[in-house]
């Protein structure tokens, strides 16, 4: 079973979203998404500044087996990205939800945070898809 | 649920990631498809290749028999156990697969054909093998294991006869023998030393346990892609199909057009391509912008025109991203490839990529 922490929000599309409480939050994707992918080779990263909406494709990961679209889980402007996944793309391996971060978000309405799947309901997703 | 090899069980108590290839279940990768990758480069891999076919084929007209279904020439395999690669092409020069066969007898040769392809290469060799009075015969009670890197016949040999052993060790490269029951063969698809091992069913769990005890790491598919694509090999379905010709493939190195008296099947529809000169030719591309080439991405060729990529990946070995595309024959040193919208630059190069561990191409461009 992944690891699925409590104090995050995620989705359907296996991204997950951390409070930051300074009014941004911070965006990646969850340890079973990783490992489903494989070592990942290659990362994008959207530009800061960039206005995104929810379920918009913005970040690229890619394994050696495949390239993934990232959607952002809800809409806002990037505050910052990760740049460290420039030239270490293992980092979403070794620490998916740490050091493996791929941006920052000032949400545009911060309410719709508690619209995003609690670890409950991401749970019976990733036991729904046989994880 | 697809067909399974003997090691199926095995895999998944390693802990495999099993994945549909061709019709069966197959380990893509245990742990670390990039580790896997190194562990071949590095010391020693095993894979399971049980889903291969091996196809037996006996008759006093085996010989020429094969010299009328392949396009490469067994009239050059006088030695024993010695095998060829070659292409079996449809009569307008397409590849319907590409197959190692190897001499055995003067009544005997051994195919082993691609596991997609199975069925229609099954159809199409018995269909001219009926007036030839060849006997055709799939060996599934045979598992295949290839074992792998520098260190890979040394660790596998300690599992045979002393005299099995120094048999084995004595193999020359493209040879395969049968030692202490199994049948050796000194071959790859990894740009390795190595050897492809096929033996009884029933023995291959123990023997690929035999194996990881001794460190040789369990090796999937992912690996095995990564592996052949730096070592310049091509895989059947990406990289030629029925319909493209070898020619176009960057596989004229194994049609043999001497003798000239030898008609195999597409000889005449290859002959008018190579007289006109293919308009087409099969290339190795590095990626010299940061990103991942993969199949299917579109190559613009300025001032010439366009190509496909037909396999692309990250190089662990490189750590770039290479590529093979089928291209304009006019086409320089240097194209673009489409990556979402975005043109990067690749360089075009001559594969392989990596042999026997070591970079063949020049990296050094700007990364």
Redesign the interface.
């Known amino acids: 079973m992944s690891n699925v922490p409590a104090d995050l929000k995620y989705t359907r599309t296996h991204e997950w979203v951390r409070d930051l409480k300074d009014g941004t939050v911070e965006i990646g994707i969850t340890d079973h998404a990783q490992h489903a992918l494989g070592d990942l080779v290659f990362v994008e990263v959207p530009e800061v500044g960039r206005q995104v909406g929810a379920g918009e494709p913005v970040a690229v990961v890619e394994s050696v087996k495949a390239a993934s679209d990232v959607y952002s889980p809800i809409a806002g402007e990037v505050t910052a990205n990760n740049a460290e996944l420039g030239t270490t793309p293992e980092l979403i391996n070794q620490d998916a939800f740490g050091a493996g971060w791929l941006m920052r978000l000032k949400p545009a309405n911060a309410a719709v945070l508690s619209e995003l799947m609690s670890p409950t309901e991401y749970q019976d997703v990733l036991k729904a898809e046989g994880a | 649920m697809g067909r399974r090899t003997p090691l199926f069980n095995l895999h998944t108590e390693l802990g495999a990631r099993i994945v549909d290839f061709g019709g069966w279940d197959m380990p893509?990768?245990y742990s670390?498809?990039?580790?896997e990758?190194h562990a071949v480069r590095r010391s020693a891999g095993v894979f399971d290749v049980s889903h291969m076919c091996v196809v037996d084929l006996r008759g006093e007209k085996v010989r020429a028999f094969l010299q009328k279904l392949l396009a490469n020439d067994v009239g050059r395999l006088h030695e024993p156990g010695k095998a060829l690669y070659s292409c079996m092409l449809n009569e307008s020069g397409g590849v319907i697969d590409d197959l190692i066969v190897y001499y055995m007898t003067h009544t005997w040769f051994r195919m082993v054909v691609n596991a997609g392809t199975r069925d229609k290469d099954l159809a199409w060799i018995r269909k001219h093998a009926a007036e030839f009075d060849v006997e055709v015969t799939e060996r599934t009670d045979l598992a295949m294991l290839a074992i792998q890197g520098p260190e890979a016949r040394a660790k596998f040999v300690t599992l045979l006869s002393p005299a099995g052993a120094q048999t084995a060790m004595a193999l020359d490269v493209f040879v395969g023998r049968e030692i202490d029951g199994l049948f050796v063969a000194r071959t790859g698809y990894t740009g390795e030393d190595g050897f492809e091992v096929m033996l009884p069913a029933n023995d291959a769990v123990r023997v690929w346990k035999e194996l990881n005890a001794m460190g040789v790491a369990s090796c999937g598919l992912?690996a095995r892609d990564?592996l052949r694509l730096e070592a310049g090999m091509n895989l059947y379905g990406n990289d030629m199909d029925e319909s493209k010709n070898p020619l176009e493939s960057g596989l004229a190195w194994t049609v043999s057009f001497e003798p000239a008296t030898r008609d195999f099947i597409g000889r005449g529809a290859l002959e008018a391509i190579r007289q006109r000169g293919s308009p087409l030719k099969l290339v190795g591309l590095l990626l010299e912008d940061?990103?991942?080439l993969?199949s299917h991405q579109k190559v613009v060729v300025s001032g010439v025109g366009e190509g496909e990529t037909t396999s692309g990946?990250?190089s662990?070995t490189l750590e770039r991203?290479i590529a093979f595309a089928r291209v304009p024959a006019k086409t320089g040193d240097h194209v673009q490839v489409d990556i979402?919208g975005k043109l990067l630059n690749a360089a075009v190069v001559k594969p392989p990529f990596v042999r026997n561990g070591k970079p063949r191409i020049d990296v050094a461009v700007t990364k």
Do not use: K
Request: hydrophobic share 20%; no cysteine.
């Open positions: 893509v990768q670390s498809q990039i580790g990758h992912g990564t940061r990103g991942v993969r990946t990250f662990p991203s979402r």
